[in-house]
């Protein structure tokens, strides 16, 4: 399998063979659905709690007699049925991650991949690097390309490219450690850098 090497200009400079066992493997729907609900669950909080009667401060004092006085028998000032007391069924602070084995996790990215070089929206650049940093510059490097959303993945993160494109909301940039089945489904394009992808497929091999 080859793929054509492009610069920003977006002229052919070259040609790169890629690895049949990550780029051409049969995709699972089912697989990156797991993937992707694993992913998008380890990003919840959880943070969300409330008081429950033992945790709020309020006196331990009876409020009125038991009997005698025409009212409710009452005791707790800290009961849920009063204002400022506790919350009876609240919620509290707990872990949303739902557990994928490494080797689902890594089969999954690869028919991620496949899936990007089989719809024709994997491009390979030989280099992301800018003179300076110029939003302008990397939004007409990108409109030469004719894409919408794009997901480009890094080599090594470079500062005039972080910086050029941290203002343009349709573009992702990352590093290849980074790279997740979420990210490279969510954008339309997947760029990748040359010596990005030889490493890339160097662990998922």
Known sequence: ???????????????????????????????????????????????????????????????????????????????????????????????????????????????????????EKLIVIDSFSFPEIKTKAFVEAMRRFDVRTALIVADQMDENLDKSSRNVPWVKVMRREGLNVYDILKYDNLFVEQPALKKIEEVLA
């Open 1 to 119: 399998m080859t793929v054509d090497v492009y610069n920003l200009n977006k002229e052919r400079v070259g040609e790169i063979d890629l690895k049949e066992e990550v780029f051409n493997v049969p995709v699972k729907k089912h697989v990156l659905h797991q993937v992707v609900v694993s992913q998008l669950a380890s990003k919840r909080a959880g943070s969300a709690a409330t008081k429950t009667r033992s945790q709020v401060k309020a006196s331990g004092r009876k409020l009125w007699r038991q009997k005698g006085t025409g009212r409710a028998r009452v005791g707790s000032a800290a009961s849920p049925t009063r204002r400022g007391g506790g919350v009876a069924f609240g919620p509290a602070p707990r872990q949303y991650v739902i557990k994928v084995p490494k080797k689902v996790r890594k089969a999954a990215l690869r028919m991620a991949l496949t899936d990007k070089l089989q719809n």
